[in-house]
C-alpha cells in the first residue's frame, strides 16, 4: 500500500520568507500527487495537483509544487509567505490507475510571524 | 465548480442515539463519495467509499454496522453513527469525486463535528 511521508510537523516562518514544505511517498508505479490546504476553521482546500506532463505544477494562491519521480517526492513551495498562508498543509497520492483512494500524509502546521 | 456540502455542520447527541450526516455535490454529480474521519492535530483518515446505487466498502477496523452509509442518488451521501457513544465524537469529513478518469479529483465538504455526552 502507498503511503505519504511529511517530515515537517511544524514550520514556523516570518512573513516574507520562502516556504518549502516537504512530501515523499512510497509507490513505485504511477501516482497522481496533489496538496491540500486547510485554514483555521475551515474545509480542506485543494491548492495544486499533478497528473502528467510538466513536473513543475502551479496552484493558487502562488503556490507551486515539482515533481521528482527520482526522489518520490512533491514538495510544496511559495517564494513569499503572508500571514493569511497560516494552516495545515495536507500532501495526498492516489494510485493514477484505479483505486481511487487517497492516501494522505500526517499533515504540516504552517505558522506565519507577522 | 466542484462544491461539497455537509449538514449539520455540528451536532451534539446523548449517548446511545443515532445521528445522520449528509454529503451533498452541488454543481456535480458524483458516483463516489468518501467519508473520513479527523482527529484534533491530526490527518484525515478514510473511514468508506460509498458508491451510487451499491453498497459502501468499509476500511479495515470501521465497524460497518455501526457507521451506516447510503448513496442513494449521484449528489448525496449519508452517513448514520448508530448508537453514538463518547469515543464517537469527532470530526467527521466527506469528499466527492470531479472529473473522470485519470483526471478525477477529490473535492472536500465543510465537515461535521460531532459531540455525544
Known amino acids: 500500500a502507498q503511503s505519504v511521508s511529511q517530515h515537517n510537523h511544524h514550520v514556523i516562518l516570518s512573513e516574507a520568507a520562502s516556504l518549502e514544505l516537504g512530501c515523499n511517498y512510497s509507490y513505485g508505479g504511477t501516482v497522481n500527487l496533489f496538496w491540500y490546504v486547510q485554514y483555521p476553521g475551515q474545509h480542506l482546500q485543494l491548492l495544486l495537483k499533478y497528473f502528467s506532463g510538466d513536473p513543475l505544477v502551479k496552484g493558487i494562491k502562488g503556490f507551486e509544487a515539482e515533481f521528482i519521480k527520482s526522489k518520490f517526492s512533491f514538495n510544496l513551495r511559495k517564494p513569499s509567505v503572508q500571514w493569511s498562508d497560516t494552516a495545515e498543509y495536507f500532501c495526498a497520492v492516489k494510485l493514477h490507475f484505479g483505486n481511487e483512494k487517497l492516501t494522505f500524509g500526517t499533515g504540516t502546521r504552517l505558522t506565519i510571524i507577522p | 465548480g466542484a462544491v461539497v456540502s455537509q449538514h449539520p455542520s455540528w451536532v451534539i447527541c446523548k449517548s446511545g442515539t443515532s445521528v445522520k450526516i449528509e454529503c451533498r455535490s452541488l454543481d456535480f454529480q458524483a458516483t463516489t463519495m468518501f467519508w473520513y474521519r479527523q482527529f484534533p492535530k491530526q490527518s484525515l483518515m478514510l473511514m468508506a467509499t460509498?458508491?451510487?446505487?451499491?453498497?459502501?466498502?468499509?476500511e479495515q477496523g470501521v465497524e460497518k454496522d455501526k457507521f451506516l452509509i447510503n448513496h442513494a442518488s449521484l449528489t448525496l451521501s449519508t452517513l448514520t453513527v448508530t448508537s453514538a457513544h463518547p469515543e464517537d465524537s469527532s470530526f467527521y469529513i466527506c469528499?466527492?469525486?470531479?472529473?473522470?478518469?485519470?483526471?478525477?479529483?477529490?473535492?472536500f465538504g465543510p465537515g461535521t463535528r460531532l459531540l455525544v455526552l
Open positions: 469528499s466527492a469525486n470531479s472529473g473522470t478518469g485519470i483526471q478525477e479529483t477529490q473535492y
Open positions: 460509498s458508491n451510487e446505487g451499491s453498497k459502501a466498502t468499509y
